[in-house]
């Protein structure tokens, strides 16, 4: 009767062990849907590969209309940025071509570089070079899209995306139509307001080009860390 019991107590703890391994599990999204016996994560998961990722550099960025701080990611690109801001380039920049709710640009002042392509999404505070064929303006392109169009979403379905990264655009907002336009780089992790207020200012509209009508300046840049 003894071996019994101290045998039930065995398998108790046994399963309450067992079952604390698959919780934890499931709370790190471990588990996803399965098909043909492969695992797929989670759409969380997913849509990572499509965003800078956290812990890389970031980089402070003061304008006559505030601050804005970017996170910047391991890419060729992140690295012409970083350049820019060291040796001042971006000082006395301004953002002559704005749209509300769409995005905002700086003036081409420079040579073109070649373009490294990189994976990441144009999702609403995306910050990125403007591309011209194989190669990148030295001109800053800041997304401020919230929400997605109705032609973004048709665009999205017409070009095949996938699943996961509509979702991403979904939740985050964006202008996926500018993905091969712009080599994004970095990401607006404060100070996004900032960004948006400057979207907002008066511009020649669609056919004349978007040109602000009062330019913000960068006063300063600087690397953080």
Request: proline residues 3%.
């Amino acid at each position: 009767m003894k071996k019994i019991r101290n045998l039930g107590i065995i398998t108790m703890v046994f399963l309450l062990l067992i079952i604390s391994v698959f919780a934890v599990l499931a709370a790190l999204g471990i588990f996803g849907k399965e098909s043909g016996g492969e695992i797929i994560l989670s759409p969380e998961q997913n849509e990572s590969k499509w965003l800078v990722p956290e812990g890389g550099k970031t980089v402070l960025i003061k304008t006559e209309a505030g601050e804005m701080e970017i996170l910047l990611s391991d890419s060729a690109a992140a690295e012409k940025f970083t350049e820019f801001v060291s040796s001042g380039s971006l000082e006395g920049a301004a953002f002559e071509i704005l749209a509300e709710n769409m995005f905002i640009q700086t003036g081409v002042s420079g040579e073109n570089f070649p373009a490294e392509k990189t994976d990441f999404a144009c999702v609403n505070g995306a910050v990125g070079f403007v591309l011209d064929g194989k190669t990148a303006a030295p001109s800053i392109f800041i997304i401020t899209n919230t929400a997605l169009s109705g032609f973004s979403k048709a665009y999205m379905t017409e070009k095949a995306f996938d699943e996961d990264k509509i979702a991403l655009y979904e939740k985050m907002g964006g202008v996926p139509e500018y993905e091969g336009r712009v080599l994004v780089f970095g990401m607006v992790v404060s100070g996004m307001e900032t960004a948006e207020k400057i979207a907002a200012g008066a511009n020649s509209g669609y056919t004349g080009g978007y040109s602000a009508a009062e330019p913000q300046k960068i006063i300063s840049a600087e690397i953080l860390n």
